[in-house]
């Protein structure tokens, strides 16, 4: 999974502190800027406190992925919220203001919001009519080379074609075209600067550049898998880069990309941001996709050190960044096995469903809680009269704590 996915503009105003929200690449020629901005009051279903107007339906949909995954059932107004913003073509954009209107030129879709929308939509159920048509939508757009960009038309890169497969794998389903020739394509060779690691698209001469955010995309990518995953069968060979020359199978893509990952985080714990002039400084989300790369390839031994440092630093990061980011950091805990409710001291699932509307069984739960108080309250007015009327010199309240989820 890759969830840093950023437009060119704000790659520099959001990488250094890692927040969580989807990568895009420079919009397509003759397209429009993301969809308008949100009015000043938020929807009532929608996870997180900042505007949605770049990454609404993202980070809805990480949120919704992560609850399921701890076995959370969402609230129905946030899974309404999440279906409402589709266009009737099966796409989503970023963020519709106005989800009732139709979808228009104004109105960019793309693959990575849409993507995303259907692991969701499939992970809490009872939504397949809407994810099967967005499936539809995103096998209409696929590169004649196999992969994704993130807007219809626009050049294939690593990310998109990663979230995409996902999305397929999620639904059940396939592309018309294989997409994982194009990722061999762009996984560098061992022994090169960065060998085994994915590019995130060729540069204009061509040539490939390691991308740690794009390698762990194109892991998961490679061994068909979804941001929810847990940990592959432990793999009998050792996390070194090596393959068949040039044409590499799926099967060594991931190998080698995982471990690029795998050593590019075995000092420190974790990945780093680089960005040109800036000091480089750690890469909160790219670590936790990197985790979920190692584990879904089986070296579950090899993340447990940027997992650990995770659990002693990212809690921050988290509560800043809002829904996306806790989404990240469970869906990590979940494919290591670990316990995302216990995460260094965090309780991750609380603080996630804190920033949106109540998930089912707690909101249920605060009503039976109201309805007892209410209830206990009569009885106490009951009690009150008795004692006045026959001398009994106790009184008594039936009210009790509610319990915390």
Not at 211 to 227: I, M, Q, R, S, Y
Not at 285 to 297: F, H, I, K, P, R
Not at 389 to 404: A, D, P, T, V, Y
């Amino acid at each position: 999974m890759t969830v840093l996915r950023r437009t060119a503009g704000a790659l520099a105003a959001t990488a250094v502190i890692g927040a969580a929200m989807p990568a895009t690449t420079a919009l397509a020629a003759g397209t429009t800027s993301p969809s308008p901005s949100a009015s000043s009051v938020l929807p009532s279903g929608l996870y997180g406190g900042s505007d949605p107007k770049f990454d609404g339906v993202w980070r809805q949909s990480l949120a919704l992925l992560a609850q399921r995954a701890v076995g959370v059932t969402p609230a129905a107004k946030a899974v309404d919220w999440l279906a409402g913003q589709q266009c009737a073509n099966g796409a989503f954009a970023a963020f519709r203001a106005k989800p009732a209107a139709a979808c228009d030129a104004k109105v960019t879709v793309d693959t990575n919001s849409t993507a995303a929308a259907v692991q969701a939509l499939k992970a809490v159920g009872g939504r397949d009519a809407a994810a099967t048509k967005a499936v539809s939508w995103l096998k209409s757009v696929q590169n004649k080379d196999g992969g994704w960009g993130y807007t219809p038309g626009s050049p294939s890169d690593t990310n998109s074609t990663g979230v995409v497969v996902g999305a397929l794998a999620a639904a059940g389903a396939s592309a018309d075209r294989s997409p994982y020739d194009l990722l061999a394509k762009w996984s560098l060779p061992c022994g090169q600067d960065g060998g085994g690691a994915l590019a995130y698209q060729p540069d204009k001469q061509g040539k490939l550049a390691a991308n740690a955010d794009a390698t762990a995309a194109g892991v998961l990518g490679a061994l068909g898998k979804g941001f929810v995953t847990t940990a592959g069968k432990a793999r009998a060979e050792g996390p070194a880069c090596a393959g068949s020359g040039t044409a590499r199978t799926r099967e060594e893509v991931a190998r080698n990309g995982a471990a690029y990952l795998a050593d590019a985080m075995s000092k420190s714990g974790h990945l780093v941001s680089a960005l040109a002039g800036a000091e480089p400084q750690p890469d909160y989300g790219n670590t936790a996709d990197a985790v979920v790369a190692l584990a879904a390839q089986g070296w579950t031994g090899q993340a447990k050190k940027p997992y650990a440092w995770l659990e002693a630093h990212a809690a921050p990061w988290a509560e800043q960044s809002g829904p996306a980011a806790y989404a990240e950091l469970i869906l990590a805990a979940h494919a290591m096995g670990a316990d995302p409710r216990d995460f260094g001291g965090t309780n991750l699932v609380t603080a996630l469903n804190a920033t949106g509307p109540a998930p089912r069984a707690a909101a249920a739960a605060a009503k039976h809680a109201e309805e007892k108080k209410s209830g206990n309250s009569v009885w106490w007015i009951v009690g009150t009269g008795l004692v006045a009327g026959i001398g009994i010199g106790f009184l008594f309240s039936g009210r009790r704590k509610q319990q915390q989820l």
